[in-house]
Structures are given as C-alpha cells and as structure tokens.
C-alpha cells in the first residue's frame, strides 16, 4: 500500500528543510515545494492525490491564501485539510485564513511535536470522513423512503455506524456526514461524557482522546447515559434532532471560528458543520439538544 502523500509549500528553503525534518518518522510521503505556482501545477496534475496540503501563508508569486482560495473553489480539492503555518498571527489574520478554509493554524517557530500532532489529526478527520462519505453513498437510494425515525447510540462506534444510514437520507451525503459525525460526537464526548473543551485539546495533542472516551463509559455515573438523533422527513427538508443527557454547553461561543481557538486541534466541529453541511443549526435551552436541517431543494 502506497504512503499518503503531504504537499509542502513554503518559499523559504530552510523552512522545508525544517518540516522535514520534523515529519522524518511519520508514515507519508512529502513533496516540497519553494515556489507556490510550480506547487500548484503539481496540484492539479491529472494523476496527483495529496491527502493533506501544509502551506505557508506569505509567499511571492502566489500567496498562501491566493493558493487556499483556489483550492476551495475546485471541488476536486476542496475537501483537502490545509494547514496554513505562518508568522501572521493576528485575531484578523486567523479569521481570514479560517473563514477562507484552513482547518489548521500554526504560527512560526512551532515545536516538532504542534506540526506532527496536528498533521496526524488531520490525516485521521480526512480518512474517517472519506470513509463516512462512500458508505452514506451506498444507502442513499434505500434511505429516501424513510419519513420518520429514531435511533439510539452510546459510543463513537454506534456514531461511525449511524453516520452513513442518517447521511443517506440527504440529498448529498458526502456534504451532510462531517456535520452529522461532529453534532453526534459531541454529544457523546461533551454532552454525556463530560470532557470540557480544554480536557479534549490536551487529549488530541497527547494521542489519548479514543482511550479516555472508552474509559469514561464505564464510570459508573456515565454508563447508563445514550443519545438520540430523530430523523423527520419534511416536503422540502430533513430535519435531525440529536439529544444527549449531559448538562448542556454555552453553544454560542462555537457556532462561528474563533481566532482564540485557531491553534487547538478541536473546536471548529460546529462551526463547519453550520457552515458546510447544514441549511440551519439552532440549539435549543440548555445546549443537549441540536436541530440540524438539510435542504432537499
């Protein structure tokens, strides 16, 4: 099985030299570049497939953010995560580097260890999506006739299952799952488990998220809780409403990207999803329940 390859970008030759060196032992394939517009040719050749883009933001020629904007507007690429390194590290500058579509921010110097972890989630949120997008596909035909349903699930295995079912039901799938997947984790993680946003971060970066979750549905206080996603098909929507029994959560604070958050690995789940998967997402009291609507206009 071939490595997946990484596209690196960055006009400054010590700059490559240092990512790669960085990214020594991972398990991918590098392909460096100093000058943006020879990386974008080697982009959008016919036979190239890069699982993740690493971009500095302030080149010559074609800058970071020129070279992110293309990217977005070509659906060939779009679902590429981009991780824009860069000394520009303003409130500002972050919101224009998220809002046009880099999932990852790391402002330069950075430790080896920020680049590895964030490039190994990455990596991983592209893979699961990947996978999530071709098995919603399969159902799709099936999951039209559905009008009304209700499931329950516990952990992120019954999520990873479900995912494909509910994402079938909707007009694009492959659109509709990443929200699906995010509103769902949440709600077991954050809503019924209790890990807080910082708890999360320090496990991304540490590698234990997966152990702790599988720890903390076992505890006593928590085995017993579920969640649950009704599915109602409307004439000219589909709504979900996912429910979990923890809390509640100040929501408010991540329905839009937040520069603050820019260098977490976590925290931009809600926001994408209100963005890219949903026509309307609108938490109700507390912040347990989430109702996301499809268009089937």
Same mark, same amino acid.
């Given at each position: 099985m071939s490595k997946e390859r990484v596209l690196v970008v960055d006009d400054e030759q010590l700059n490559l030299y240092i990512i790669e060196e960085f990214l020594a032992q991972e398990d991918i394939e590098l392909e460096l570049h100093s000058d943006p517009l020879a990386a974008w040719d080697s982009l959008k050749a016919a036979d190239s497939v890069f699982s993740l883009v690493v971009l500095d933001r302030m080149m010559p020629s074609l800058d970071g953010m020129e070279f992110l904007r293309?990217?977005?507007?070509?659906?060939?690429?779009? +679902?590429?995560?981009?991780?824009?390194?860069? !000394?520009?590290? *303003?409130? $500002?500058?972050?919101?224009? #580097?998220?809002?046009?579509?880099?999932?990852?921010?790391?402002?330069?110097?950075?430790?080896?260890?920020?680049l590895i972890s964030i490039v190994r989630v990455a990596m991983d949120d592209r893979r699961g999506r990947s996978q999530l997008r071709s098995r919603a596909a399969r159902l799709e035909e099936?999951? %039209?006739? /559905?009008?009304?349903?209700?499931?329950?699930?516990?952990?992120l295995d019954d999520v990873n299952c479900l995912?494909?079912?509910?994402?079938?039901?909707?007009? /694009?799938?492959?659109?509709?799952?990443?929200?699906?997947? =995010?509103?769902?984790?949440? !709600? /077991?993680?954050? #809503?019924?488990?209790?890990? *807080?946003?910082?708890?999360?971060?320090?496990l991304k970066w540490e590698g234990d998220w997966e152990a702790e979750i599988g720890?903390?549905?076992?505890?006593?206080?928590?085995? =017993?809780?579920?969640?649950? /996603? %009704?599915?109602? %098909?409307?004439? +000219?929507?589909?709504?979900?409403?996912?429910?979990?029994? #923890?809390?509640?959560?100040?929501?408010?604070?991540?329905?839009?990207? $937040?520069? $603050?958050?820019?260098? =977490?690995?976590?925290?931009? #789940?809600?926001?994408? !999803?209100?963005?890219? *998967?949903?026509?309307?997402? +609108?938490?109700?009291? %507390?912040g347990n329940a989430v109702v996301a609507t499809v268009s089937l206009r």
């Open positions: 293309r990217m977005k507007r070509e659906s060939r690429f779009a +679902e590429i995560p981009v991780i824009m390194q860069t !000394a520009a590290s *303003s409130p $500002d500058q972050v919101r224009e #580097g998220l809002a046009a579509g880099a999932y990852y921010y790391l402002t330069k110097p950075y430790e080896p260890e920020a099936a999951q %039209r006739l /559905v009008r009304n349903v209700e499931y329950r699930f516990v952990t995912i494909p079912v509910l994402a079938a039901m909707c007009p /694009v799938p492959e659109v509709a799952a990443p929200g699906l997947s =995010d509103l769902m984790v949440n !709600a /077991v993680e954050h #809503g019924n488990l209790g890990v *807080s946003y910082r708890e999360k971060t320090l720890r903390r549905l076992r505890l006593p206080q928590f085995r =017993d809780r579920y969640g649950t /996603v %009704r599915v109602e %098909r409307l004439p +000219e929507s589909i709504r979900f409403t996912i429910v979990d029994q #923890g809390e509640g959560f100040d929501w408010r604070q991540y329905l839009e990207f $937040d520069p $603050d958050r820019a260098f =977490d690995p976590n925290g931009r #789940g809600i926001a994408m !999803a209100r963005m890219m *998967s949903f026509a309307s997402l +609108e938490y109700l009291g %507390r």
